[in-house]
């Protein structure tokens, strides 16, 4: 079981830069690989970028590529986003999910491979 709950979303302008976290209670946070998914308003939830469970390999969408960066601090228990360059189409809610395989040696993009998911955290960017 693992309880996520993000923080740090909110306005921007465009080429802003924002760090979203997902902090996480519960034993399987240390060995479960991380995604960060996004939902904008009239599309399906994407996935944005993933980092596996000892953080030795990470992934990222082609549309945030250089832009954004996922990082975790285990001993801390959470999941960081890094935006930077923030643009218009970044509006989203962003949701971090645990995935459901323990030490899952890969970057899984299904939805539906994670189990635990934040409520997310609205990030708006202005042009």
């Known amino acids: 079981q693992v309880d996520l709950v993000e923080s740090g979303g909110g306005l921007v302008q465009a080429g802003a830069s924002v760090r979203l976290s997902c902090a996480a209670s519960?034993?399987?946070?240390?060995?479960?690989?991380m995604g960060w998914f996004r939902q904008a308003p009239g599309k399906e939830r994407e996935f944005v970028a993933g980092?596996?469970?000892?953080?030795?390999?990470?992934y990222y969408e082609d549309s945030v590529k250089g832009r954004f960066t996922i990082s975790r601090d285990n001993a801390k228990k959470t999941v960081d986003l890094q935006m930077n360059s923030l643009k218009p189409e970044d509006t989203a809610v962003y949701y971090c999910?645990?995935?459901?395989?323990?030490?899952?040696?890969?970057?899984?993009?299904?939805?539906?491979?994670?189990?635990?998911w934040g409520q997310g955290t609205q990030v708006t960017v202005s042009s």
């Open positions: 999910a645990a995935h459901r395989t323990p030490f899952y040696r890969d970057i899984d993009k299904m939805i539906a491979s994670y189990d635990y």
């Open positions: 519960g034993r399987t946070f240390s060995y479960s690989a």
């Open positions: 980092i596996t469970w000892d953080a030795d390999r990470t």
